[in-house]
């Protein structure tokens, strides 16, 4: 292992620690390590050429100047990506939207960023997850099994 020095600001060192306390890491090190592995996987992701699926959410205003219509905007335009949204309505402003796409993982990472820049929305979360393809036929009857 290589040891380096890093300089951080106060608040941020309260939330490494923070995080420490409820994880229950050992050291400052290893909690940052951990982070630093969360984010590499990210990068791993974003780098694969295969397909992968994804949740993306996020909360919007709904009276945000026709915000609603440029999310459906985005969604139609990507509609290969996209498989379904759900839509929550958290009260009287406020929407919750989770969306379901698939699609090469470069191609959801950009169509996150697009409903997620968006003016009026906020708690964008994409999770990406990678699909492997079958290889394996699928049996055309099931009706001989026990
Ligand atoms: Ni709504």
Same mark, same amino acid.
């Given at each position: 292992?290589?040891r380096?020095?890093?300089?951080?600001?106060?608040?941020?060192l309260?939330?490494?620690d923070? $995080?420490?306390?409820?994880?229950?890491?050992?050291s400052?090190?290893e909690?940052?390590?951990? $982070?630093i592995?969360d984010?590499?996987s990210?990068?791993?992701?974003?780098s694969?050429?295969?397909?992968?699926?994804?949740? $993306?959410?996020?909360?919007?205003d709904?009276?945000?100047?026709? $915000?609603?219509?440029?999310l &459906?905007?985005?969604?139609?335009t990507?509609?290969?990506?996209s498989?379904?949204?759900?839509?929550?309505?958290?009260?009287?402003?406020?929407?919750?939207?989770?969306?379901?796409?698939?699609?090469?993982?470069?191609?959801?990472q950009?169509l996150?960023? &697009?409903?997620?820049t968006?003016?009026?929305?906020?708690?964008?979360?994409?999770?990406?997850i990678?699909?492997?393809?079958? &290889?394996?036929?699928?049996?055309?009857?099931?009706s001989?099994?026990?």
């Amino acid at each position: 292992m290589e040891r380096i020095t890093i300089t951080i600001d106060e608040d941020l060192l309260a939330t490494v620690d923070g $995080l420490m306390n409820r994880r229950g890491y050992t050291s400052r090190s290893e909690a940052i390590r951990d $982070l630093i592995r969360d984010a590499a996987s990210r990068e791993n992701i974003l780098s694969q050429a295969g397909e992968c699926v994804a949740v $993306l959410d996020y909360v919007y205003d709904h009276e945000t100047r026709a $915000l609603a219509q440029r999310l &459906t905007h985005e969604l139609h335009t990507h509609h290969d990506l996209s498989v379904a949204t759900m839509h929550v309505h958290l009260d009287h402003e406020r929407c919750l939207e989770t969306a379901i796409l698939r699609g090469p993982a470069p191609a959801l990472q950009k169509l996150s960023d &697009t409903v997620s820049t968006q003016r009026g929305v906020s708690h964008a979360s994409l999770h990406i997850i990678p699909v492997e393809p079958h &290889t394996h036929a699928h049996a055309k009857d099931h009706s001989s099994e026990a």
